[in-house]
């Protein structure tokens, strides 16, 4: 089996083993989640779990890590010659379009983030690095700093239920926070 064969089939394996653990932390939470548990759905061995992500840590790890890198992928904007306020729009874009499963999956790794506070480090990292990205987006600092700040809270009143926008007033909301960079584009 060539090097290229076997490192796909190992990111497959991977992948694999995140989206089961992802379903199963979705459907039953962070504190039901087992490797054993993980490896069956994956249709995985246990020891075959555990040369992939040698702790439930670890694979909690890696799952905020990619819950990180598949939020940062909706918010891509392209960099060379992009308008004024892009970055912002894109995050706050982004926040709004989480659907109830990422909601779901993201208020349960948060509760295992409580368990395990490092787990959160990865989110920190993401989040100054957005920060950065906001404060440089051509705007002024201030409201692009409004805008990420009031998308974090919708994302958290989303994934803890806590009395988020429905309906035609999440619109309404959503309106408001796009009037706010766009007037800061101006």
Known sequence: ???EHQQARSTATRNSLLNAAAELVRTHGARELTL?????AAGVSKGGLLYHYPSKAALLEAMVDAWCVGFDDSCLV???GRQPGAATAAFVDATFETGA??????ANLLAAALVDP????PWRDRMRQWQ???TDDGIDPAVATVARLAADGLWVADALDFAPPRGAFREQVRAALDRLVEEARS
């Open 78 to 80: 392209a960099e060379p």
């Open 36 to 40: 054993e548990a993980v490896a069956d």
């Open 101 to 106: 499963d990422q909601s779901a999956l993201g």
């Open 132 to 134: 950065e990205r906001l």
């Open 118 to 121: 490092a787990l959160l480090d």
């Open 1 to 3: 089996m060539s090097r």
